[in-house]
Nanobody, 122 residues
Framework: VQLQASGGGLVQAGGSLRLSCAAS????????MGWYRQAPGKQRELVAT???????TYADSVKGRFTISRDNTKNTVYLQMNSLKPEDTAVYYC?????????????????WGQGTLVTVSS
């Protein structure tokens, strides 16, 4: 299973961006999908997650500004980021965990996307 993320870029403070991340491969089911971010010199941190049933969690720093959603028919997760701040500048990584087919056997997977850079200028 692989994840392909897109949608990063440069935006001014107060602006918006939408990230997308699609899972592909021999997928049996995708459970939790999420977004994490890593700023220069800092550890990777959770931004938001969403279960297959639609239950969401958010970091306190993004509550009210970011919205995570997903399209289960496309195995795709989105992150709508509004009211962006310079401190949101980071490489954003998507993550997915679920079950995949491997030689007719169902195994669990937990994979990361390649990361997409979000830069917010002041």
């Amino acid at each position: 299973v692989q994840l392909q993320a897109s949608g990063g870029g440069l935006v001014q403070a107060g602006g918006s961006l939408r990230l997308s991340c699609a899972a592909s491969g021999m997928i049996f089911s995708v459970n939790t999908m999420g977004w994490y971010r890593q700023a220069p010199g800092k550890q990777r941190e959770l931004v938001a997650t969403i279960t297959s049933g639609g239950t969401t969690t958010y970091a306190d720093s993004v509550k009210g500004r970011f919205t995570i959603s997903r399209d289960n028919t496309k195995n795709t997760v989105y992150l709508q980021m509004n009211s962006l701040k310079p401190e949101d500048t980071a490489v954003y990584y998507c993550n997915a965990e679920g079950k995949q087919y491997v030689a007719s056997i169902i195994n669990r997977f937990n994979v990361w996307g390649q990361g997409t850079l979000v830069t917010v200028s002041s």
